[in-house]
T-cell receptor
Framework: EPEVTQTPSHQVTQMGQEVILRCVPI?????FYWYRQILGQKVEFLVS????????KSEIFDDQFSVERPDGSNFTLKIRSTKLEDSAMYFCASSANREAGYTFGSGTRLTVV | DQQVKQNSPSLSVQEGRISILNCDYTNSMFDYFLWYKKYPAEGPTFLISISSIKDKNEDGRFTVFLNKSAKHLSLHIVPSQPGDSAVYFC???????????FGTGTRLQVFP
């Protein structure tokens, strides 16, 4: 069964450093998303991406965040200057259409120290 | 602003019995609802969805019921199995391939 692949599974970084979280969505999917889940809290929407541009972003997705689909297969989330409160599980998801639901990756646990 | 709420943080059910997980929403403009299952250290796994034009959708052991007037949906799992033990999230969206707004989750434990 096709799956969304995320790397790395765990990233530890120092506060103020830049991190790039990587995702390989399912190949025929057209819609891409990043979500995050702070420990013990609900899954929160960050950004959606379609047709090579951001279609929607949440209040969380400020100027420190950016997304890119550099080569037609990878979908990346960059955090320019990490803060302690960015520590969370980050999930990438992709969708062909909403009737099939979204397929989520297994997540990257980001720990900012 | 909790637009999607799951008021029961946990539920414990005996194997073979029915599990009923509930979800309430506040925004009547939602037109698509989904249930996801999540194990620790894994991403959410899609289970079943329902459009607002329907009131029931069934897939094997899983059935989702939607009551639009009450802004309430529920997921029924029959019969429950130990492998169903996980956190279940309901989610809602407004438009085609729009963002999902998740509830806080209900931890289901199915015991033998």
């Amino acid at each position: 069964e096709p799956e969304v692949t995320q790397t790395p599974s765990h990233q530890v970084t120092q506060m103020g450093q830049e991190v790039i979280l990587r995702c390989v969505p399912i190949s025929n999917h057209l819609y891409f998303y990043w979500y995050r889940q702070i420990l013990g809290q609900k899954v929160e929407f960050l950004v959606s991406f379609y047709n090579n541009e951001i279609s929607e972003k949440s209040e969380i997705f400020d100027d420190q965040f950016s997304v890119e689909r550099p080569d037609g297969s990878n979908f990346t989330l960059k955090i320019r200057s990490t803060k302690l409160e960015d520590s969370a599980m980050y999930f990438c998801a992709s969708s062909a259409n909403r009737e099939a639901g979204y397929t989520f990756g297994s997540g990257t646990r980001l720990t900012v120290v | 602003d909790q637009q999607v709420k799951q008021n029961s943080p946990s539920l414990s059910v005996q194997e073979g019995r029915i599990s009923i997980l509930n979800c309430d929403y506040t925004n009547s403009m939602f037109d698509y609802f989904l249930w996801y299952k999540k194990y620790p250290a894994e991403g959410p796994t899609f289970l079943i969805s329902i459009s607002s034009i329907k009131d029931k959708n069934e897939d094997g052991r899983f059935t989702v019921f939607l009551n639009k007037s009450a802004k309430h949906l529920s997921l029924h799992i029959v019969p429950s199995q130990p492998g169903d033990s996980a956190v279940y999230f309901c989610a809602a969206s407004f438009n085609l391939a729009d963002k999902l707004i998740f509830g806080t989750g209900t931890r289901l434990q199915v015991f033998p």
